[in-house]
C-alpha cells in the first residue's frame, strides 16, 4: 500500500507543482473540548465521526431513521446524517446521540439546501444573472432560516464550479462561466448561510463544493475527466474557492471527478497542499456521495480499505455514504498505524465543526418546533423571492418595444405546458419546496393582466414528451389573439446532476410548437424557461422579443407578470453566454486571442468557424431594459493607492431602470497570453429617467498578476487597458493605465474583489 500512496502523490504533483506545505491544522491547535474528546474516543468512536450515513433519500426523508439506526447513534457509529429534516423526528435523533451515547457528542444534520429551503428562489445560474451579491446573501440568509428551523445544521451549497460548457447539466447549480463573478457569488453566498456567527441557532455551515475542476468534465459529460492546463484550473477554476475560504467556509467537498487523472477525493497535493497549506483553509472537508469507494473505480485503488487510506490521507474529513471510513479503515490503520494522526485530525475538524455550530452547548437549538411553523414559507421570504426573481430575467432581444404589455393589448394567446408546470419553477435541488407553494407563470400572468388584457392558455406541447397533438388547438388560439406568449425551453428534470445533453436545441416538441405559432404571423413573444444556456437561432431570428426567465422558483408567476406588463424594468445579465449551435461550445469571452485573431469581418485563416460566426448568439453580461443608458468617458488613475477608474452613468430613456456597470481588464503584453477581456469589476445601480450617477472602481495591482506556479503570482510592470459598458460586447468607454513596478503575489488575481462606490 506504502508503493501504491506514492505513486499517487507522484500523480498529483502534476496536477499542483511545486513542494506540499503542511496542513495549516494540528492536533493541537484544537479547543480543550475537542482535545479532551480526541483523548478518551476509541478508535470506533473516532471511525463513526467520520461517518455520514443517508437517513432517507431527497424524495424520501428519514425513511431509514429504523431503530437500528438509533442504535448505531448509541454506539458512536455515526457523526452525520444527510436527507433527513424537520425539527421534531430530528430533536429525538439528537436526543439519542447526546444523552444516550457514551461521550454525548452531537450529530451534524445536512441536505442540499442549494437555491431555498421550503421557499425557492430562483435556480442558482438564475440568481447570478442579477449581479448583486446582496441578492445571494439576502436569498441564503432565508435558506439558513428556514433550514435551520427544521432541525438542519449543514448544508451543501454553495456550488462554485465555473462552468463554460453549457452541456453539462450542473451548469444550473452554479454561478457561470466567469471567475471574477463567480468568486463574488461564492463569498455572499457563506455570509448568507454562516450569518456573523454560526453558534446562533438561525445559521448553517456552507459547503463550498465541488473542489477541484467539477465544472470543465471533458463533453460536458457529468462526473467525466477534467483535463486542462496548470494554469486554467488556478487563474479560472479555483478561485471562487479561494473567496469562499476567505470569507469563512465551514466546510468543502471534494470533486467525483479526476484532474489528469488524479481524483479529486484523493488529491493530496491540491487538498492538503493547495487548500489546507497555502490558503490556510482550517473547516472540515467531506466527499461526494459515495466518491470515497468510488475511488475504485477509478483505478486508483484496489479495495476499499486502500480507497478510504487514499481519501483520509489526501485530506478528507468526512465519508457520505459510502462507509469506507467506518467499516474498512480499520484495516488501513492496521497496514499503516501513521494513518492515526490523519484519523485524529480528520475527528478533530468534524468535532470543531460541532462546537462552532454551538451544538455541544445547545444541542436542541434548532429543533422548536414552533419556529419551524412561523419560518416556513413566511410571507417577507416570498416578497423577497419575488422581488430576486424580477431581477434574475435577462431581456435577450425586444424588438420594437414588443415588451412591455400596457393596457389594451387585447387578448394575450399564452401558449406552452411550461406556463403551468410548477414543478419546473421549482428546478433542480429543490429541498423542500412544493408543487402547490408556485404561483405559476400561467396564474401570474392573469391576475396581474392590466386593464384591457384579456389572457387565454393551450397546452401546445410539452417539453418531456414528442406528443404534438396539442398544437392544432394552440395555433387556433393563436390566431384568434392579437398577439401570442410563447412559453418553451427545458422541464426541471431537463437540467442538473447526471443531466448533460449532447443537443443544445430546445427538444423537438419545443421547435415543432414554436415553429407553428411562428407561421400564424401573430406578435410573438417568447418566454424561455431553462436551467442552461441553449441554442436558439431560430427564436433570436423569428421572435419578436425574448425573455429568459430560467426557472425562478415559488413566485414565478408573479415576478414575470412584473416584468411583462412593465411594472419592472428587465436588469438580469448573462453569467454565461447563449451560443449560437451545440458545435460552438465551451466559449468565453474571455478567451487568448491566438497568433491569428479571429475577425468576422474578414474572409481569411483565423481563429473561426467557417460555417457561422465565432461570436456568441447572446454575449457574456448581455441584458435589455425597458430603458436606455448612456456612458461617459472613462477616467483612470494610478497611485500609490493604487487603480481608480470613474465613469458617469445616464438614464437616457424614460423610465425608472436598473443598470449593471461592467468593467474589463486587457493585459496587452505579458510573459504568456493573456485573456481577451477578463471582468474585473461591476455595478448594480438604479437610475430615474434622465438622473446620471458616476460610478467608481477602486483596483490593486494584484488584479493583474499572472499565475507562475501554486502560491506564486507574477505582477508585471507596464499598460493595462480597462473598458467599461454593458456587456463583454458592448464596451463604451476604454481607459489605459501604467503599472510602474512588478512584483508577486499569492492570492488568484479574479479572487479580489474591486471596491465599487456611487456618486
Known amino acids: 500500500m506504502l508503493k501504491f500512496v506514492s505513486a499517487i502523490a507522484m500523480a498529483a504533483s502534476l496536477v499542483a507543482c511545486g513542494p506540499t506545505e503542511a496542513p495549516s491544522t494540528h492536533v493541537d491547535a484544537f479547543s480543550p473540548r475537542v482535545s479532551d474528546l480526541l483523548e478518551r474516543m476509541t478508535l470506533e468512536e473516532k471511525l463513526g465521526q467520520l461517518h455520514q450515513a443517508a437517513g432517507g433519500r431527497s424524495r424520501n426523508l428519514n425513511s431509514r431513521l429504523t431503530d437500528d439506526e438509533l442504535d448505531r447513534v448509541r454506539r458512536g457509529g455515526v457523526g452525520?446524517?444527510?436527507?433527513?429534516?424537520?425539527?421534531?423526528?430530528?430533536?429525538?435523533?439528537?436526543?439519542?446521540?447526546?444523552?444516550?451515547?457514551?461521550?454525548?457528542?452531537?450529530?451534524?444534520?445536512?441536505?442540499?439546501v442549494v437555491h431555498g429551503y421550503r421557499t425557492i428562489f430562483p435556480v442558482p445560474i438564475a440568481m447570478a444573472s442579477t449581479w448583486d451579491e446582496s441578492d445571494w446573501e439576502a436569498a441564503t440568509r432565508i435558506s439558513a432560516e428556514e433550514a435551520s428551523a427544521s432541525g438542519l445544521h449543514w448544508t451543501f451549497a454553495p456550488m462554485v464550479d465555473i462552468a463554460r460548457d453549457p452541456r453539462w447539466g450542473r451548469i444550473v447549480e452554479g454561478g457561470g462561466s466567469d471567475p471574477y463573478l463567480g468568486a463574488r457569488m461564492a463569498a455572499a453566498q457563506v455570509a448568507g448561510y454562516q450569518g456573523e456567527d454560526l453558534a446562533q441557532a438561525d445559521t448553517i455551515l456552507a459547503t463550498a463544493k465541488h473542489f477541484?475542476?467539477?465544472?470543465?468534465?471533458?463533453?460536458?459529460?457529468?462526473?467525466?475527466?477534467?483535463?486542462?492546463?496548470?494554469?486554467?484550473?488556478?487563474?479560472?477554476?479555483?478561485?471562487?474557492?479561494?473567496?469562499?475560504?476567505?470569507?469563512?467556509?465551514?466546510?468543502?467537498?471534494?470533486?467525483?471527478n479526476d484532474i489528469a487523472g488524479v481524483p479529486s477525493t484523493a488529491n493530496e497535493t491540491l487538498i492538503d497542499g493547495t487548500l489546507r497549506g497555502r490558503w490556510g483553509f482550517d473547516g472540515m472537508i467531506v466527499s461526494d456521495w459515495n466518491a470515497v469507494a468510488e475511488l475504485i473505480n477509478h483505478g486508483v485503488a484496489d479495495n476499499r480499505a486502500e480507497a478510504g487510506a487514499l481519501a483520509l490521507r489526501a485530506g478528507v474529513d468526512m465519508d457520505m455514504t459510502s462507509s469506507v471510513f467506518v467499516n474498512d479503515l480499520r484495516v488501513a490503520i492496521e497496514a499503516d498505524p501513521e494513518l492515526l494522526d490523519d484519523?485524529?485530525?480528520?475527528?478533530?475538524?468534524?468535532?470543531?465543526?460541532?462546537?462552532?455550530?454551538?451544538?455541544?452547548?445547545?444541542?436542541?437549538?434548532?429543533?422548536?418546533?414552533?419556529?419551524?411553523?412561523?419560518?416556513?414559507?413566511?410571507?417577507?421570504?416570498?416578497?423577497?423571492?419575488?422581488?430576486?426573481?424580477t431581477r434574475s430575467m435577462v431581456l435577450l432581444k425586444n424588438e420594437a418595444d414588443a415588451l412591455p404589455l400596457g393596457e389594451g393589448a387585447g387578448r394575450v394567446a399564452v401558449i406552452g405546458a411550461l406556463a403551468t408546470d410548477a414543478w419546473t419553477q421549482?428546478?433542480?435541488?429543490?429541498?423542500?419546496?412544493?408543487p402547490e407553494d408556485v404561483i405559476t407563470l400561467l396564474d401570474g400572468l392573469e391576475a396581474g393582466a392590466p386593464e384591457g388584457v384579456d389572457v387565454l392558455h393551450a397546452i401546445g406541447a410539452d417539453p418531456a414528451d414528442d406528443d404534438l397533438s396539442g398544437i392544432a388547438e394552440a395555433v387556433a388560439l393563436a390566431e384568434s389573439a392579437d398577439r401570442v406568449v410563447l412559453v418553451v425551453g427545458e422541464g426541471y428534470d431537463m437540467s442538473g446532476e447526471a443531466r448533460s445533453r449532447s443537443d443544445l436545441f430546445m427538444p423537438a416538441s419545443q421547435r415543432a410548437l414554436a415553429d407553428a405559432i411562428f407561421e400564424t404571423g401573430k406578435p410573438v413573444i417568447v418566454i424561455l424557461v431553462t436551467g442552461r444556456p441553449l441554442a436558439i437561432p431560430d427564436l433570436a431570428e423569428r421572435a419578436d422579443a425574448i425573455l429568459n426567465a430560467w426557472m425562478l422558483g415559488v413566485e414565478a408567476g408573479p415576478a414575470l407578470a412584473d416584468i411583462v406588463y412593465g411594472e419592472v424594468s428587465p436588469s438580469g445579465r448573462l453569467p454565461v453566454s447563449f451560443p449560437r449551435t451545440t458545435g460552438a461550445v465551451p466559449y468565453s469571452y474571455s478567451e487568448f486571442p491566438s497568433g491569428r485573431p479571429a475577425d468576422p469581418d474578414l474572409d481569411r485563416d483565423t481563429n473561426r468557424y467557417h460555417d457561422q460566426p465565432i461570436t456568441p448568439l447572446y454575449p457574456f453580461g448581455h441584458g435589455l431594459s425597458y430603458s436606455d443608458f448612456s456612458y461617459g468617458e472613462l477616467v483612470a488613475q494610478n497611485d500609490a493607492a493604487g487603480i481608480r477608474l470613474s465613469v458617469d452613468v445616464t438614464n437616457t430613456g424614460d423610465r425608472e431602470a436598473d443598470e449593471v456597470v461592467?468593467?474589463?481588464?486587457?493585459?496587452?503584453?505579458?510573459?504568456?497570453?493573456?485573456?481577451?477581456?477578463?471582468?474585473?469589476?461591476?455595478?448594480?445601480?438604479?437610475?430615474?429617467?434622465?438622473?446620471?450617477?458616476?460610478?467608481?472602481?477602486?483596483?490593486?495591482?494584484?488584479?493583474?498578476?499572472?499565475?507562475?506556479?501554486?502560491?506564486?503570482?507574477?505582477?508585471?510592470?507596464?499598460?493595462?487597458?480597462?473598458?467599461?459598458?454593458?456587456s463583454s460586447a458592448d464596451l463604451r468607454s476604454s481607459a489605459s493605465v501604467h503599472v510602474e513596478s512588478g512584483g508577486t503575489s499569492e492570492v488568484p488575481a479574479t479572487a479580489i474583489e474591486t471596491r465599487t462606490e456611487v456618486e
Open 80 to 112: 452525520s446524517y444527510l436527507h433527513v429534516a424537520g425539527a421534531e423526528p430530528l430533536a429525538e435523533l439528537q436526543r439519542v446521540a447526546v444523552e444516550e451515547s457514551r461521550l454525548g457528542i452531537p450529530l451534524l444534520f445536512a441536505m442540499d
Open 343 to 389: 484519523l485524529d485530525l480528520a475527528v478533530g475538524r468534524i468535532l470543531t465543526a460541532k462546537e462552532q455550530l454551538g451544538l455541544f452547548d445547545d444541542p436542541m437549538a434548532y429543533h422548536q418546533t414552533a419556529r419551524e411553523t412561523s419560518e416556513l414559507l413566511a410571507q417577507d421570504h416570498r416578497a423577497l423571492a419575488r422581488a430576486v426573481s
Open 662 to 726: 461592467q468593467l474589463y481588464m486587457r493585459d496587452p503584453l505579458a510573459f504568456v497570453a493573456r485573456p481577451q477581456l477578463e471582468l474585473r469589476g461591476y455595478r448594480r445601480i438604479t437610475l430615474m429617467p434622465g438622473e446620471q450617477r458616476t460610478v467608481h472602481f477602486h483596483l490593486i495591482p494584484a488584479q493583474s498578476a499572472i499565475f507562475e506556479r501554486p502560491g506564486s503570482w507574477r505582477i508585471e510592470a507596464g499598460e493595462l487597458l480597462f473598458h467599461v459598458g454593458s
Open 212 to 256: 477541484g475542476a467539477y465544472g470543465v468534465p471533458t463533453g460536458g459529460r457529468d462526473y467525466g475527466t477534467a483535463d486542462l492546463s496548470e494554469r486554467s484550473l488556478y487563474e479560472i477554476y479555483l478561485p471562487p474557492f479561494y473567496a469562499a475560504s476567505r470569507a469563512g467556509a465551514g466546510s468543502m467537498m471534494t470533486a467525483f
Open 426 to 434: 421549482l428546478g433542480s435541488w429543490r429541498a423542500q419546496g412544493r
